[in-house]
């Protein structure tokens, strides 16, 4: 959806994976027919220059490099917290108010929780603002301000208002969710010294 230098914006759909070696499609298998040479871009095969991830079942903005010394740049830029990441989501129940969640977050098998004391750890904090509400359901936006996996998912069921569609956050109690993957989207990437890099969400999404 954009490209100027060596710095690359994909808007990926649901169900796609981020990087090669699990099953197709997958962005990474996109920019490697795209952009020859690509794929020695990054720390290993699969990634072809994809600077982060997104859950295969979240859509959105996606950011990839296509030379090595653009690529080890946005990923430090990454690691170091400089990139703030919007993520319109739909949740269940209704989030009345402004929360920072500021919840450590420690990895058990495929999935993360909250952290236990002396349990190794990634900070993780979490800006969640309510922008519509319905009788069960709040549209909030989020706002990742480091960047954990599964953070906005692992955080937004803490509180208590898990991804409506989110089969591994959701508590399995709460009646049919839609196909498709859960509600939430990657729709802003704001970069260091760079643009912002924006994409609405699907026709799935802006149905349910």
């Not at 920072?100 to 098998?109: E, G, N, Y």
């Not at 939430?184 to 699907?202: E, K, V």
Request: proline share 6%; glycine share 12%; with cysteine.
């Amino acid at each position: 959806v954009w490209q100027q230098g060596h710095i690359i914006a994909v808007n990926k759909p649901a169900g796609y994976h981020s990087h090669r070696g699990k099953q197709r499609p997958s962005v990474a298998d996109f920019l490697a027919a795209l952009y020859p040479g690509i794929d020695v871009v990054g720390d290993s095969p699969v990634e072809c220059g994809v600077v982060h991830r997104l859950d295969r079942d979240t859509s959105g903005i996606l950011v990839a490099a296509s030379d090595r010394t653009v690529f080890a740049a946005l990923r430090s830029a990454f690691g170091e917290g400089e990139v703030s990441k919007d993520y319109p989501a739909l949740v269940h129940g209704v989030v009345s108010s402004d929360r920072a969640v500021d919840v450590p977050l420690a990895r058990l098998h495929s999935r993360v929780r909250a952290a236990r004391r002396s349990e190794r750890s990634w900070p993780a904090r979490t800006l969640v603002v309510p922008l519509e509400r319905g009788a069960r359901w709040t549209l909030v936006r989020a706002t990742m301000e480091t960047g954990v996996t599964h953070q906005v998912r692992a955080h937004l069921a803490i509180l208590g208002h898990p991804v409506i569609g989110d089969l591994k956050y959701g508590d399995g109690t709460r009646g049919s969710d839609p196909v498709g993957g859960q509600r939430l989207h990657a729709s802003c990437i704001r970069l260091p010294g760079g643009p912002t890099l924006a994409a609405a969400p699907g026709g799935r999404f802006l149905a349910t």
